[in-house]
Nanobody
Framework: QVQLVESGGGLVQAGGSLRLSCAAS????????INWYRQPPGKQRELVAA???????NYADSVKGRFTISRDNAKNTAYLQMNSLKPEDTAVYYC?????????????WGQGTQVTVSS
């Protein structure tokens, strides 16, 4: 079982920056792929950024060049650095840990953290 706790959300003006953190329990964090999703008001949850256990990253087109996902396995923590924020980035951001195969396969979610970008 992996427990995830997000932090770092808040209210920021357009053009500003925030860094979200996703802290995981236990000592098996490094074997999981980590994804950041977001759910804007009244819309479906969407994948924003992903980093595999090996460190490969991918981004949604809407955030490429502005957001950076990273992980520190020694600290059992993943990050989402968000720069040049836009009002359309307003959403609840969720951290997801996912492993597709093996004895420890599974998917886990944090409780979410609110990001609000004012114009």
């Amino acid at each position: 079982q992996v427990q995830l706790v997000e932090s770092g959300g808040g209210l920021v003006q357009a053009g500003g920056s925030l860094r979200l953190s996703c802290a995981a329990s236990g000592n098996i964090f490094s074997i999981y792929d980590i994804n950041w999703y977001r759910q804007p008001p009244g819309k479906q949850r969407e994948l924003v950024a992903a980093i595999t256990s090996g460190g490969t990253t991918n981004y949604a087109d809407s955030v490429k060049g502005r957001f950076t996902i990273s992980r520190d396995n020694a600290k059992n923590t993943a990050y989402l650095q968000m720069n040049s924020l836009k009002p359309e980035d307003t959403a609840v951001y969720y951290c997801n840990a996912h492993r597709a195969t093996g004895l420890l396969k599974g998917a886990y979610w944090g409780q979410g953290t609110q990001v609000t970008v004012s114009s």
